[in-house]
């Protein structure tokens, strides 16, 4: 059974940048579609960026030209956030298809 950790999140002030990780333990993210989603409070979880098995990228309008998304190695793949916005606070998540998930790490872009 496949297990995901994300990390790397905390407090930064606008216009910061953090860097997600999303750990895999029991397989490989190398052969699946993995996505980094977030939830702000009170609202939906949205998908915010995905990676495709063949290394295709896709990203929410919100965040186009801000985050970028990367697999480091077969068991991990990160999100790189820059010219965080107050709106970027969300507990993020990492998946594997939507069907495997992590716990979450949270962000939070305030002053």
């Known amino acids: 059974q496949v297990q995901l950790v994300e990390s790397g999140g905390g407090l930064v002030q606008p216009g910061g940048s953090l860097r997600l990780s999303c750990v895999a333990s029991g397989g490989s993210l190398s052969i699946n579609y993995v996505g980094w989603y977030r939830q702000a409070p009170g609202k939906e979880r949205v998908l915010v960026a995905g990676i495709t098995t063949g290394g295709s990228t896709n990203y929410a309008e919100s965040v186009k030209g801000r985050f970028t998304i990367s697999r480091d190695n077969a068991r991990r793949v990160s999100l790189q956030m820059t010219s965080l916005k107050p709106e970027d606070t969300a507990v993020y998540y990492c998946?594997?298809?939507?069907?495997?998930w992590g716990q979450g790490t949270l962000v939070t872009v305030s002053s």
């Open positions: 998946t594997i298809g939507g069907k495997v």
